[in-house]
DNA sequence: TTTTGTTGATTGAACGTTCAATAAAAACAT
DNA sequence: ATGTTTTTATTGAACGTTCAATCAACAAAA
């Protein structure tokens, strides 16, 4: 089987069946026999490519990060006009895009919030994350707000989605994205109403 | 020192102790070792009382829930007046008292909801829990809103509470409590704004 | 003396990592 | 084309560590 080029290739399977491993049982008994089974590769090839378990775990997070950077950013690359608000609707439809709202990725993200409050790499990922979102929107908000009400609205709307995502995350019937992203545009407007917005 | 009726006051310090844990080095590295020597005792002890480790895990998100809810009851109890409103505004109160707003209450509580997705049991109360958060909500939006956008407020409302809270837990800085509270109490506003509320 | 509470060494299972062995593809030589 | 060597990819058994659970022994109160 052995061939040139296979680390991508590889890689790309571990992330992939990792979050599977997630999704099926949890980041406490997600093993390295498990993910490299699901994978259907032998376990010795995680410390391989990724250095070890904590490795392939960093690289996990990297990827579900890189993807919603990727779904966020392709939505704001495209936009209808310039205004504040098909920006913050663009990061909203981003947020619940996610590559791939799946059951999945949802459950590996949660495992990883409650993961990085003690796992020094993972919480710098965390943080970048956070800072992005939030910086992002308090940006847009920025346009037509003064400073300490955009980022009143800006923290109001981040707890919003990151509040959805967690409850459909959390909930067995799951995420009504549709609803949720509803949810997140009324609170939107409601931030816009009394703001004076350029066109 | 052994002497009669220590199991309340051992079932405490093991539950405390517990959290304390958690709130050190994270769930995945909060031995049973680790726990007793925190709660001052020998590891055997936590078998004796509590039939093993995972039935301590369990009476500890039982304690947090059981918190929860005598924060938000003791709120309602004593209330101004009986508007929707006033509910609502202890609800919300409740939520971001939560007996204490201590960062080890908020690191145990994102462990058990990542943990919560994959045990049966831990599932269970967490499922209770968010079922009584959206059923008070929505019965007192019930008070003045058609039943269809009562729903719709207490989903955002409960999203909201959810996600500052997260968030808070997230962020190194803690969570500001008058902040979100203020941020929830805005979001109830609106969404009361345009309901006709019996006084 | 009996009961209740507690200890801590021991046990066995499970885990991540390592590494010698292996196999196939690629590169090279003929 | 054919045979040979080198490189790359992969395996899986063995190892050392860590952990939760157990239980015989013990201590203090009743």
Known sequence: MPKVGMEPIRRRQLINATMQAIDDVGLADATVA?????????????????????GLLEATMRQILYDLGTAVATRRARLADNTPAAHLRAIIDGNFDRSQVSQSVMKTWLAFWASSMHKHDLQRLQRVNDRRLYSNLCCQFRRCLPRAEARRAARGLAAMIDGLWLRGALAPEGLDVDRARQLAYDYLEEQLAHAECPA
Chains 1, 2 share one sequence.
Do not use: E, L, M
Not at 34 to 54: E, L, M, N
């Open 34 to 54: 498990r993910i490299a089974r699901q994978a259907g590769v032998s376990a010795g090839i995680i410390s391989h490519y990724f250095g070890g378990k904590d």
